[in-house]
C-alpha cells in the first residue's frame, strides 16, 4: 500500500480515539461533579493540563469555570485537541483515502463529524451532555466494530490499529496523570472519605470500573486501580494491553526491526515497574518517560512506513 | 396542498424534454408526468430535503475557490430529483455521433504530431496549429498505442429550439462528472424508488470496469495485472470527489506527485510501504502543464520529474496522453465536420453549433456588430470562464469584451445564442422549466465505449444558460428509456 495512505489511515485511528477518549473523560468528570459533597468541585484546570493545551486556554480564557473548559474541549475550533476538531481531523484524513475505506465507513465518519459540529450546543447545556457524549463514543464504536467487520485485514487495517491503538495508551497514560494529582483538594480537607470516589472516576473515565471489579475482585484501592490500568492483560484499555495489540500489528509490516526493539523497551518497563507503590511526583515522572517511549513508537514508524518529508 | 399541474407548466419558447408545446407530456415521459402530478407539493419537497441530506451524508461534494473565504470550500453537490428522460432511439443516434466523432479527433491528433496531412490538403490551417496554446511540441513523432490519444473524452451535448442535439464542445483533457452522473443514479434510487416501477432506464453503472478494460488495454507490459493508477493533484482539486471515487471503484490507487518517482530505468514507480512498486498505467487527472516539471512548468509541486521521458521510453501509459488538448481548441472544433470527413470520408451523424471563427476578419466584423445575439468564448478556457452570453450582458460588458476580441482575434469563436432545452425542476415546492446540457463519455482504446446518457447539469437560476458547477449548476439523473413498439 502507499506510504501516504498508511500515513492517512493512521491518523484517521488516532484522532478517532482521541474524540472517544476525551468524551469519556468529559463524561466522567461531569458523574463525579454530582457525586461529591455540596460546594466541592471537581478541579477542571487538569482536563486543560492533560492535553498539553494550557496556554492556548490561557490565552482565551481568565479562569478555569466548568462551562468554559468544556466548551474548549468539546466544541472549541482553537483547540486541536477538542472533540470537534479531532473528528474533523480524523474526518480530512479520511477524505484523502476515501478510496480505500470500505464506502459505509466513510459515510459514517463524515455524518459523526457533522452531526457532532450541529449537536454542538446540545453538548454545551447540562441536561444534554450526557447524551451528546454518549452517542460520541458510541458512533466511534461503531465505527470501530464497522471497520473491523467490512475492511480487509490487511496492512491498512493495521495501520488504522497502530494509530488507535498509540493514541489510546497515550490517552490513557494522560488520564491517569490527571485524575492521580490535584483533582481533589484532599489535603487537610476532610474529605479522605472521598477519596475512593476519585478512584471510580479514574476507572469510569477509562470504562473500566466494571472490568476492574470483576477482575480484581477487591474494593476500590489506589494500588490496585494504577496496576490494574498498567499491567492488565485483559482490560481493553490497559497500557499494556494496548502495547501487545501495537506489537501484533507491528509484526504484521516488513521492516519493523526498529519500532519493535523500542516497542520491547517499554513493555518490560511497564510490566517491571512497581506502579502500584508510588507516589504522585515519582508516577508522574513514570509517566512521562512511557508518553516519550510512545512517541518514540510513533517516530519509528513514520520513519519505515511514512512518506519522506519534502 | 396541491398537486403539480402540468396544465399551468410554463414551458416557455424553448424545447422541453418532458412537456410539449401543448402541455402535454412527451411519449417517453408520460409515466413520470402522471407519477409526479399524483404527488402533492410537500411529499415531492420532502423527497429534494431527502436527496439534499443522502448527498451531504454521502460526501458527494466539489471543491470552489471562494474570494471571501481565501481558501477552498468542499460544497455538496446540487442535485434536482426529477429526471431528465431520453428515448432509447434518439440515444443510439448520438452513440453512434458521438464514436465517429471522437474516432475523427483521435486520427487528427496522431496526424498533428505526426505527417500532419490534414494541413498539407489545406483542410486545416497550419497557424491553428502553430498558435495553439495546447499543441505540445514535445510529443512529436511519439505513437500511443492503437494510435489513441484521448482515451477519455467527455463532449458536451445541448438541444436548440427545434429539437436538433448539437455538440457544443469537446473535452479531450481531464474531462470531469462522471462520478456525479454514476451517483446521481444511486440517490434517485434510495430517494425516488417508485419512478423504478413504471421505467427500466438502462443502467449506468458499467462505467467504472469499462474505464478499468479501456486503461488495462493501454499497459506496457503483457501482465494479467498491470499496476493502474489514479493520479490527482490532490484534495484541493474541484474534482478531487472524483478521483477518489473512481480509484475506488476500479480498486486502484489513488496517487498525488509525491507518491510516484521515475528511476534510471524510465520507470515510473509508487512509494509503497514494502517498497518502490513499478506502475504501468497512470489515469492523470493532471494537467499537461503539470505533469513533469522537467519537460513543462519547472516549479510545479503537482507532478513528477521525468514522467514524459518515461512516457516516451514507452515505459508508463498515460490517459489522456500529454497533447490530446490540442483538439480541445474551440477553433479546432470549428474544423470537425471537416475533420471527420477526411479522416473517416463519412457525413458527420451529430452537427456542430454553427461558429465563427473570429480570426477570420469577416467573422470578426460580424460578430462585432452583433455581440448581443452571440455566445463569444475564448479558445481554451473551460469551465465556462470568461465567456459573454450576449443575450445576457450589459452594453458596458460588450464594450470591454469588444475590446478584448479586437487584441486577440485567434483567442475567440462566437456562436448564435441557443435556446437550450429545459427540463422541469423543483423550485420552492413549484415544477419550473431550467436549462439543461448533457456531459456523455466516450472511452477509446483497443474499442470505443459511450456512457449510457451522460451527465445532465441543469442552470438552477431563472434564465441562466450557464450550467457549470463553479457558477451555480447543479445536475439531474439522465435516464435512456427504450420505448415499446405498439
Known sequence: MLSRVAENIYWVGRYLERAENTARLLAANATLHLDLPRGITPAWEPLIAMAGTQDLFEAQHSDYSEPEVIRFMLGSEQNPSSILSSLRAARENARTIRDYMPREAWELINKHHLDAGERVEEGLSKRGRHEYLKRIILTTQTLNGMLAGTMNHDQGYHFLLLGRNIERADMTTRIIDVRTDGLLPLENSGLQAFETLQWVSLLRSLSAYQMYRRSMQARVRRGDVLLFLFQSADFPRSIRHNLCNIERSLKTLPNHESAIRILYQVKSRILSTPVEKMQCTPLHHFIDQVQIALDRVHDEISNAWFLPPH | ?486
Open chain 2, 1 to 486: 396542498m396541491k398537486n403539480i399541474d402540468w396544465k399551468t407548466y410554463e414551458a416557455g419558447k424553448v424545447w422541453d424534454e418532458l412537456i410539449d408545446t401543448e402541455n402535454r407530456p412527451r411519449p417517453h415521459g408520460e409515466q413520470l408526468a402522471k407519477l409526479l402530478a399524483g404527488m402533492d407539493a410537500d411529499e415531492l419537497a420532502s423527497r429534494q430535503t431527502a436527496a439534499d441530506l443522502a448527498i451531504k451524508e454521502m460526501g458527494i461534494t466539489f471543491t470552489v475557490y471562494s474570494d471571501e473565504t481565501q481558501g477552498a470550500i468542499d460544497r455538496t453537490w446540487p442535485f434536482d430529483i426529477v429526471p431528465r428522460i431520453i428515448a432509447k432511439n434518439e440515444w443510439d443516434t448520438i452513440e453512434k455521433g458521438l464514436k465517429q466523432r471522437v474516432l475523427a479527433l483521435n486520427r487528427f491528433i496522431d496526424d498533428l504530431y505526426h505527417d500532419q496531412e490534414i494541413i498539407k490538403a489545406g483542410i486545416v490551417p497550419q497557424e491553428i496549429i502553430a498558435s495553439s496554446s495546447n499543441f505540445r511540441p514535445q510529443c512529436v513523432g511519439i505513437s500511443p498505442r492503437f494510435g489513441i490519444w484521448a482515451h477519455i473524452c467527455g463532449s458536451d451535448l445541448v438541444r436548440d429550439r427545434d429539437g436538433t442535439v448539437y455538440v457544443l464542445e469537446d473535452n479531450l483533457r481531464v474531462p470531469s462528472g462522471v462520478s456525479y452522473m454514476l451517483e446521481n443514479r444511486l440517490v434517485t434510487k434510495r430517494v425516488f424508488p417508485e419512478l423504478f416501477e413504471d421505467y427500466a432506464p438502462l443502467p449506468v453503472d458499467d462505467y467504472p470496469s469499462q474505464l478499468y478494460d479501456t486503461l488495462a488495454a493501454l499497459s506496457p507490459r503483457d501482465i494479467e495485472y498491470p499496476e493502474m493508477v489514479v493520479l490527482t493533484p490532490g484534495i484541493y482539486n474541484s474534482a478531487y470527489f472524483e478521483h477518489s471515487y473512481l480509484a475506488q471503484q476500479m480498486g486502484c490507487e489513488l496517487v498525488e506527485g509525491r507518491d510516484l518517482y521515475v528511476d534510471n530505468d524510465d520507470c515510473v514507480y509508487m512509494r509503497t510501504v514494502g517498497g518502490p512498486a513499478r506502475v504501468d498505467v497512470i489515469y492523470r487527472r493532471v494537467d499537461d502543464l503539470f505533469l513533469d516539471p522537467e519537460a513543462f512548468h519547472p516549479d510545479s509541486l503537482l507532478g513528477v520529474p521525468g514522467l514524459l521521458r518515461a512516457w516516451k521510453a514507452g515505459k508508463v501509459a498515460l490517459a489522456n496522453a500529454p497533447g490530446a488538448g490540442v483538439a480541445d481548441d474551440k477553433v479546432v472544433y470549428s474544423y470537425v465536420p471537416d475533420i471527420i470527413e477526411f479522416y473517416l470520408g463519412e457525413k458527420p451523424v451529430l452537427p456542430n453549433v454553427p461558429t465563427w471563427r473570429c480570426m477570420e476578419p469577416e467573422a470578426l466584423a460580424d460578430t462585432l456588430a452583433n455581440l448581443e445575439n452571440r455566445v463569444v468564448k475564448p479558445a481554451n478556457e473551460s469551465g465556462g470562464y470568461g465567456m459573454l452570453v450576449g443575450s445576457a450582458s450589459t452594453k458596458k460588458e460588450r464594450e470591454e469584451f469588444a475590446k478584448r476580441l479586437k487584441q486577440d482575434p485567434r483567442n475567440y469563436i462566437a456562436q448564435p445564442v441557443l435556446g437550450l432545452s429545459t427540463v422541469p425542476t423543483i423550485v420552492e415546492k413549484r415544477m419550473e422549466p431550467r436549462h439543461v446540457d448533457l456531459r456523455p463519455f466516450i472511452l477509446s482504446a483497443d474499442q470505443q465505449q459511450v456512457t449510457m446518457g451522460g451527465l445532465t447539469r441543469v442552470a438552477l437560476r431563472q434564465g441562466s444558460l450557464v450550467v457549470n458547477s463553479s457558477q451555480g449548476g447543479g445536475s439531474k439523473d439522465t435516464w435512456i428509456v427504450p420505448i415499446d413498439k405498439e
